[in-house]
């Protein structure tokens, strides 16, 4: 499956985001996708992830209570709503898919095998 993502831009602090991850190609089998965010000097991590039947999710501490990651599976769609964005959540965002069960879900990137190529996301204080 490949990824790309859109949506990314710059921001105020306060004010929010929504990226979006278009998937294509015909998967081997189901895969759940997730939203990673690399900064300068820190390892990528994940800040929030989905099932492929999308009743899970999982969600780094950094997005607990202000992000919300979800997905249209008719139109192969998953999406990260950032809200009261702070100049912490600047990076880039990655989405990544990894194969797995319809109701699995994994924060591990080591379990993510398709990424795609960025999306900037800027946030001026």
């Known amino acids: 499956v490949q990824l790309a993502e859109s949506g990314g831009g710059l921001v105020q602090a306060g004010e929010s985001l929504r990226l979006s991850c278009a998937a294509s190609?015909?998967?081997?089998?189901?895969?759940?996708t997730g939203w990673f965010r690399r900064q300068p000097g820190k390892e990528r991590e994940c800040v929030a992830a989905?099932?492929?039947?999308?009743?899970?999710?999982r969600y780094g501490d950094s997005a607990k209570g202000r992000f919300t990651i979800s997905r249209d599976g008719a139109k192969n769609m998953v999406y990260l709503q950032m809200n009261n964005l702070k100049p912490e959540d600047a990076g880039t965002y990655y989405c990544?898919?990894?194969?797995?069960?319809?109701?699995?879900?994994?924060?591990?990137?080591?379990?993510?095998?398709?990424w795609g190529r960025g999306a900037q996301v800027t946030v001026s204080s």
């Open positions: 190609g015909r998967p081997s089998s189901t895969y759940f």
């Open positions: 989905i099932s492929w039947n999308g009743d899970s999710t």
């Open positions: 990544a898919a990894g194969p797995g069960g319809p109701n699995y879900v994994s924060p591990s990137r080591f379990e993510y095998m398709n």
